[in-house]
């Protein structure tokens, strides 16, 4: 029976349409015919060559429009070797692949558990279901959790935890080069995580009967700090630019990197989160890696003092992440920003 099937993955093999319980009401579908091409309004693309060098104040002032004009930008000459991008997505793909029984032992429907494999977004809260399997894992520290991880494919652990720990670096010296854009000293933000978190996500996005119908994942802001996204060759992600969803398409060995809710929170409103979103198509399927970097659960997030004045006051209170991370999770993607409970009134 199709019904006792509890990952999309394994739903599809047995139906040939979309089931009513992915179905978005009319006024919240995808409406594919209305989405610019990525050419007309395409990201920017930052070659972080020379970060280090001559080039470093040309790219600290890339990163500071491409932070407050658009939310979202791609790297490349980025540090992370393309044997491990290479064998991320394929890993990923040889995880999916495995038979249900074997994929199943990984599975769970509590967003608290650190590593966890399950679909949509949160079983447990949501109306509409959305067209994913996911497999969450936590990744920092990385001996923490690993050996959570699972053992099949037998490289599983050794070949994502030496991706993790890569794009971790990646990450901090983003932070670094961001929190320079902002004026502040280059630590700022890295001291502002505590003990800091990292998690990953391996999407898996099945070939759907009708696209129109449904979502990868609908419109939402991500509620963690900074996002490091690798995607395969289909596209699938679109970002909000100027109120028109605009498709990014994959650009080989880059890394899309998009602002989170808790850096527009540190930055006081100069750096925005933005809406985006993961549309499917019935003729391929489609594998995305996100990193989430994040404060740890008992950072008190603020905007930085730097950042608030008399003509730009604070626009919002304090408030540690755990008490923001669980009402994320509760509330499940809406379209309004999480954002808006922790509003200064």
């Known amino acids: 029976m199709a019904t006792a099937k509890l990952l999309l993955t394994d739903l599809i093999s047995v139906v040939d349409h979309v089931p009513s319980n992915y179905i978005r009401p009319i006024s919240d579908r995808p409406n594919l015919a209305d989405v610019q091409a990525s050419s ?42 393309e044997e491990l991008i290479d064998g991320m ?4 793909r040889e995880f999916f692949s495995l038979p249900e029984s074997e994929r199943m032992k990984m599975y769970s429907d509590d967003p608290s558990k650190t590593t966890r494999l399950s679909t949509s977004f949160n ?14 894992l936590h990744c920092y520290p990385l001996e923490d959790y690993v050996h959570e991880w699972p053992s099949n494919p037998p490289s599983f652990r050794e070949e994502v935890g030496e991706y993790c720990t890569n794009v971790r670096g990646l990450v901090l010296k983003l932070l670094e080069a961001i929190s320079e854009s902002l004026g502040l000293q ?24 009708e696209p129109a119908l449904t979502y990868g994942l609908p419109g939402h802001t991500d509620g963690n700090l900074i996002t490091i996204l690798l995607q395969d060759d289909v596209p ?3 970002v909000l630019r100027k109120g028109k969803w605009v498709a990014v398409n994959p650009i080989p060995n880059t890394f899309i990197v ?3 809710d808790q850096m527009q929170v540190i930055s006081n409103d100069r750096y925005k989160s933005v809406l985006h979103r993961a549309v499917v198509n019935c003729n391929k399927e489609i594998i995305s890696v ?10 008190l997030i603020c ?13 919002y209170r304090n408030f540690t992440y755990s008490e923001f991370y669980s009402k994320f999770w509760d509330r499940g993607l809406a379209k309004e920003c999480c954002l808006d409970l922790f509003k200064q009134n």
């Open 89 to 92: 997505l394929n890993i990923a």
């Open 123 to 136: 079983v447990k809260t949501e109306k509409t279901a959305n067209w994913r399997d996911f497999l969450r």
């Open 290 to 299: 996100p990193t989430f970097y994040s404060p740890s659960p008992d950072a």
């Open 258 to 260: 998009n602002i989170g």
């Open 303 to 315: 905007p930085a003092k730097e950042l608030v004045s008399h003509d730009q006051p604070a626009m």
């Open 236 to 238: 699938g992600l679109q």
């Open 40 to 81: 007309e309004g395409s990201i920017p693309l930052i070659d972080l060559q020379g970060l280090n060098g001559p080039n470093h104040s040309d790219i600290i002032q890339q990163i500071a429009q491409a932070c407050q004009n658009d939310s979202f930008f791609q790297v490349k000459n980025h540090g992370v070797p």
């Open 186 to 209: 280059k630590d700022y933000i890295v001291k502002a995580l505590g003990k800091q978190a990292q998690h990953m996500a391996l999407n898996y996005y099945p070939p759907c009967p």
